[in-house]
């Protein structure tokens, strides 16, 4: 018996200031469909006893009137600027998403990621620029009354572990380990979009390894991301639900596994938030079979 944990990169559209895929999910209705999504989700949550770990972006959760960016520098310093004049509220105000995740009959659990969603391996920014965006992360769920103590970074990019751990995380979630046994090791190393698809389909999901980071904070790695795309290629979602199948039978043989989402991608991507609730069902009943224990990260 192993465990399962689930965190989620808690976000709206401040995970897409650097890319601006925030414009053409705000025109799709993707933040204002999470409006209905979310309390859905949540309330599948409270009727299977499911604890999730929800890693917020602290801007996001902020007053808007409050909300400070002049620690950022570069290019995605007037990016987020330009997200905060321009987007719509449902956008980049999530509290009243926040608001429906801490309501839920069985108890969330909390934790940030990051400030801005500022990538913090991003060169233009200062080390004292990234000091005090954690600052500001962990004083935006202390504002809002939510835990701090873990923190899952941006599109995985761990860096600044030192100044992460004095910031006060004693947890991060890092990337996944590349695959270990069988053919996922030769599809590991074969090249572009041919090694892309071989993974897809052979590579065996990684089990979740926690460890002590060197620089302070104790570390987890991922398993796999729960999504195939808004724009899919063919295959793609049968090999996304091939890993998450294969991923679940790696728990059940004792390896603790670590899954993350989007809850922006339960509104975007067609047919995930069914698939999604099905797969909680199937996580619930393997739990209460003895099989695994599903635990939260924070
Ligand atoms: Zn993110």
């Known amino acids: 018996m192993s465990r399962v944990t689930i965190t989620l990169d808690f976000e709206c559209g401040w995970g897409a200031i650097g890319d601006g895929m925030w414009r053409t999910r705000e025109a799709a209705g993707v933040y204002d469909r999470m409006r209905d999504d979310i309390p ?20 996001m959760i902020s007053d808007p009137a409050e909300i400070r960016i002049d620690h950022l520098g570069g290019r995605f310093a007037t ?5 905060l004049d321009e987007a719509r ?3 980049r105000d999530g509290r009243d998403l926040l608001a429906v995740v801490r309501a839920c009959r069985h108890p969330q659990s909390f934790g ?7 990538l913090l391996d991003d060169a233009d920014q200062s080390r004292d620029g990234i000091a005090r965006e954690l600052e500001r992360a962990r004083a935006a769920n202390d504002a809002t009354g939510i835990a701090a103590n873990l923190l899952v970074f941006p599109r995985n990019r761990a860096a600044h572990l030192d100044l992460v751990a004095a ?4 947890r991060v979630r890092l990337a996944p380990d590349p695959p270990t046994g069988g053919i996922g090791v030769i599809a590991a190393a074969m090249p ?18 926690r460890y002590a980071h060197p620089a302070g904070p104790e570390a987890e790695t991922g398993t796999d991301l729960l999504d195939w795309g ?9 090999a996304t639900r091939r890993r998450i199948r294969r991923a679940l039978e790696t728990a059940k043989s004792g390896h603790p596994i670590h899954l993350w989402l989007h809850p922006f991608n339960l509104s975007e991507t067609v047919g995930l938030l069914a698939e999604t609730t099905e797969f909680l069902e199937r996580i ?9 224990i599903v635990e939260g990260f924070a």
């Not at 808004?230 to 049968?238: D, F, H, V």
């Open 167 to 170: 910031s006060g995380f004693h």
């Open 89 to 91: 509220p449902t956008s």
């Open 79 to 83: 990016q987020a600027r330009r997200f």
């Open 284 to 292: 619930a009943q393997l739990r209460d079979r003895g099989e695994i």
């Open 230 to 238: 808004a724009r899919p290629a063919i295959g793609k979602r049968a």
């Open 40 to 59: 859905r989700f949540v309330d599948t949550l409270g009727r299977l006893g499911l604890e999730l770990t929800w890693a917020c972006v602290g801007a």
């Open 192 to 209: 572009g979009l041919l090694g892309r698809g071989a993974r897809s389909v052979f590579a065996r999901p990684s089990a979740a390894r």
């Open 112 to 118: 940030s990621h990051t400030y801005t969603h500022v």
